[in-house]
């Protein structure tokens, strides 16, 4: 993050405490459908418009590690296959057999020579070429190299590893401007996967988002947790183009001496001075959220299992501690930070019981919980707003809110 940048949002979070109301010119943002929750209809949007077009973080390059490492993800609705070539270069495939239509791998990770169809053994090399064939002479005027696995776009903005389904999608790089330039003090290459953990929750996936794009509930969900450490009062808000956003929270001045340490002195060295003096968090449009911090951090991914199932993963990444294990202070803050989640995740489950009760009517947030109001009208916009049922839509409020780029 740039000195421009870091100087414009330490006047903000200053300002903030000063604030008595909402901004003079900021709109009243109009309630949040409640069917966007509970309705098939507007899920199958999502699946159809959403998910396939959109740039999905998927793994991380240490996760395939070696040539034949492979991956399997089905989050999205149509499993894909991540796998890392002789040529060392990581690539994504549809797991589907160009027989008939057998999945290529049925596991969930592992290590392959080759990729070969349990259904009638059709073999794939780990660059997707069809180079092996049973009875291949009584396929009449079969051709190998018409019939290699079909791929799926698969780019890497530091380690991270992202694919997206459509063809016509703008780079990933591209894609996410202005992060990448934002978290470059960071240096996202040199980052490594802790590890990954995953659940279930009991939820719509949105419902889960919207959870970590405010601090509006730390002082009732997190009262003895992360509201001891941070001032909600002192919270500014970038929402930037394509959905994605930034939040950046003031840490109380009693806990300011040391924060950013408890790494046992392992940090990311390069880091500048926003995530050693206030809390940062992202969300990566659509389904990413991250608290980013300099002795290490996690993604937060949500995915749709069904309309009221998210699978949620927690993916931490740390700077290089060298040789053997993750250090014990780096693993004492993946657990201190678990406590966190639960109190946020123990409370989604009734949540959206709550949101298929005929006594939700819809959703009216405030100027502190804009980044949710920013993330749902990306969301119409990715599926296009004259596909969604009126009584569905959000009505688009917060396009002058949107971050200038060149505004300092
Ligand atoms: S479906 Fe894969 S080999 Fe037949
Ligand atoms: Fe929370």
């Not at 057999?97 to 090399?125: F, I, K, M």
């Amino acid at each position: 993050m740039d000195e421009r940048l870091s100087a414009r949002i330490k006047r903000e979070i200053e300002l903030e405490f000063q604030r008595r109301a909402a901004p003079p010119d900021f709109p009243a943002l109009s309630d949040v459908p409640a069917g966007r929750y509970t309705d098939p209809a507007f899920f199958e949007l999502e699946r159809h418009h959403l998910w396939s077009r959109s740039w999905l973080m998927v793994a991380h390059r240490e996760e395939l590690p070696a040539p034949g490492s492979f991956r399997l993800c089905d989050e999205t609705g149509h499993p894909i296959l991540l796998v890392r070539g002789q040529d060392k270069r990581i690539r994504a495939f549809y797991n589907t057999c160009r027989h008939r239509g057998g999945p290529v791998v049925r596991e969930a990770a592992g290590q392959a020579r080759q990729l070969r169809c349990a259904y009638h053994s059709w073999t794939y090399d780990l660059e997707g070429q069809l180079i092996a064939v049973p009875d291949e002479h009584d396929f009449v005027g079969l051709d190998r190299s018409c019939r290699a696995l079909i791929p799926v776009r698969c780019e890497t903005f530091g380690g991270w590893v992202f694919i997206n389904e459509d063809d016509a999608a703008p780079p990933l790089l591209e894609s996410l401007a202005p992060i990448p330039e934002e978290w470059s003090d960071l240096e996202p290459s040199k980052l490594r996967f802790v590890e990954r953990q995953s659940f279930d929750l009991a939820c719509n996936w949105k419902a889960a988002m919207d959870a970590f794009l405010e601090v509006y509930h730390l002082k009732h969900i997190h009262p003895n947790t992360v509201n001891q450490l941070l001032d909600p009062r002192g919270t500014t808000m970038g929402l930037l183009p394509g959905g994605h956003s930034r939040m950046v929270s003031a840490v109380r001045p009693e806990r300011r001496d040391g924060y950013g340490g408890g790494g046992g002195g392992l940090e990311i060295e390069t880091a500048g001075e926003i995530p050693r003096i206030a809390n940062l968090s992202y969300t990566l449009f659509p389904n990413l959220v991250t608290p980013l911090d300099v002795i290490g951090f996690p993604f937060l991914l949500f995915w749709p299992r069904d309309i009221r199932t998210t699978r949620f993963d927690v993916v931490w990444f740390g700077p290089n501690w060298g040789d053997g294990e993750v250090p014990d202070p780096l693993r004492s803050i993946l657990r201190l930070f678990d406590g966190v989640l639960r109190e946020d995740t123990e409370n989604l489950p009734w949540i959206q019981r709550s949101l298929e009760s005929p006594g939700f009517r819809g959703m009216p947030l405030s100027y502190q919980e804009r980044r949710i109001y920013h993330f749902h009208e990306a969301i119409d916009r990715a599926i296009g707003p004259e596909k969604i049922p009126r009584s569905l839509r959000v009505e688009p409020h917060l396009g002058p809110w949107i971050e200038n780029q060149t505004q300092a």
